[in-house]
């Protein structure tokens, strides 16, 4: 069971997101807050799988939430924003955040986008990086994984599509041992910190 804490200032969007976390056989609501603040104190005591979190909320905004959740190790952050809030999103764009998507998203992109951080991947909504993408400092994707090998090119295009290392393994037939060494080649070649950044860099190629 995926257990998910919803985190949301307006209690419309809360509702909706129980509504369609609780339709699935495979999920729960583990608790609900109104800010990033209670959220993290909930993630702290209920031990949640997944948190959503919408991106500006008071006291505490969600990338500063889910930041804590992913050092205090509590769970896997998924950022949910909207397109009026540019800073917020590359903010979370050069961050370790495991994905975000759209607050208006389909409820069948949302319950994907929860599996997938729940399975140790990342998501990543291709309009909202179109959209911020020129906002980011120039990087040449070409440039970067210019010194990576077939292989790890490979693991590179599986990270920006949302792969957890598990799921690369199994494409790859590969153990989690070796595709944990890629990862580490990968960042060491590319001078990047962390596999948020590799699909980012990747997908703005």
């Known amino acids: 069971m995926i257990r998910v804490l919803i985190a949301d ?10 509504m369609i976390i609780s339709s699935q056989d495979d999920m729960e609501i583990s608790g609900e807050a109104e800010n990033g603040k209670t959220a993290l104190e909930l993630a702290r005591r209920v031990h949640p799988n997944v948190a959503l ?8 905004d969600g990338i500063t939430a889910a930041e804590s959740m992913l050092a205090e190790g509590l769970c896997a952050p998924l950022l949910l924003t909207t397109f009026d809030e540019d800073d917020f999103i590359i903010r979370a764009l050069k961050s370790e955040i495991c994905g975000y998507i759209l607050k208006n998203s389909p409820a069948e992109r949302i319950i994907s986008a929860v599996r997938a951080v ?10 909202i990086l179109k959209y911020v993408r020129d906002k980011i400092s120039p990087t040449n994707g070409n440039e970067i994984f210019r010194e990576l090998t077939p292989r790890e090119v490979e693991i590179v295009r599986l990270i920006a599509e949302g792969f957890s290392n598990q799921q690369i393994a199994e494409a790859l037939f590969l153990s989690n041992g070796t595709v944990r060494n890629h990862i580490s080649a990968i960042l060491e070649k590319t001078g990047l910190e962390h596999r948020t950044q590799i699909a980012v860099v990747w997908l703005k190629k």
């Open 118 to 127: 729940n399975a140790g991947g990342t998501v990543f909504q291709e309009d």
């Open 9 to 18: 200032d307006d209690i419309i969007v809360r509702e909706g997101l129980k």
């Open 53 to 60: 979190l919408d991106i500006r909320m008071p006291e505490c």
